[in-house]
């Protein structure tokens, strides 16, 4: 089955420490997301790529960094320098931005720190 | 910069009923996408319909269909015969068509809707 795959589904990050959320995606679509998302709030892109080897900050960058060497895979590392870190977090996949656009999610990990 | 409004924070239906969900959006763009989306107890998040604003026509999957107003910006979605299975958070989002701007591919959310459908 074609799709996205997050893991962990939790995770728990103790004070200092940095952890990576994994995504996955058999789709072969070019561009990958992640959101993270608050209660009472909408869903905030952290981070986009729009192809291998490329990635763009989104509205929330800070306190994260992601690498894109696979055009499957799409990790996200939630740094120390994120202070909070507590949320729901949503990987994301499109085919070209030019065609129909549509983004397909992950079922999400949640991050919670001890 | 665009925004995207959802007005009820919170609504109900009775089981086989309709219900309509408001979202309003600003944007000075003409061509862009519109997208409702269903987010379950299950935190997937599920495309539900999908508009192109250069399409006069309104779209529509099954028991949902849009209301889209280009001139009014608003783009309402209405959930027909509704079910359990309905019960949700629905999000509506923006992206802009045009490729004018770095950060033109991302999507820009409402706050959401939590859907409730009683027995």
């Known amino acids: 089955d074609g799709g996205i795959t997050q893991s962990p589904k939790y995770l728990f990050r103790k004070e200092g420490q940095n952890v990576t959320l994994s995504c996955e995606q058999n789709?072969?679509?070019?561009?990958m997301y992640w959101y993270r998302q608050d209660p009472g709030q909408g869903l905030r892109l952290i981070y986009y790529?729009?192809?291998?080897?490329?990635?763009q900050k989104g509205d929330i960058a800070e306190g994260y960094s992601v690498s894109r060497e696979k055009k499957e895979s799409f990790p996200l590392t939630v740094t120390s320098a994120q202070k909070n870190p507590t949320a729901f977090y949503l990987c994301a996949s499109s085919t070209d931005p030019l065609a129909k656009n549509i983004q397909y999610f992950g079922a999400g990990t949640r991050l919670s720190v001890l | 910069a665009q925004t995207v409004t959802q007005s009820q924070p919170e609504m109900s239906v009775q089981e086989a009923e309709t219900v309509t969900l408001s979202c309003t959006y600003d944007?000075?763009?003409?061509?862009?996408?519109l997208f409702w989306y269903k987010q379950p107890p299950s935190r997937q998040m599920i495309l539900v319909i999908r508009?192109?604003?250069?399409k006069q026509q309104n779209a529509t999957e099954n028991r949902f269909s849009v209301n889209f107003q280009k001139a009014a910006k608003s783009f309402s979605l209405k959930i027909s015969d509704s079910q359990l299975g309905d019960a949700a958070m629905y999000f509506c989002?923006?992206?802009?068509?045009?490729?004018?701007?770095?950060?033109?591919?991302?999507?820009?959310w409402g706050l959401g809707t939590s859907l409730a459908v009683n027995p």
């Open positions: 790529s729009q192809i291998v080897n490329d990635f």
């Open positions: 789709l072969n679509h070019d561009a």
């Open positions: 944007t000075s763009e003409s061509d862009y996408y």
């Open positions: 989002a923006y992206r802009s068509r045009t490729l004018n701007a770095g950060n033109n591919r991302k999507l820009i």
């Open positions: 508009q192109e604003a250069y």
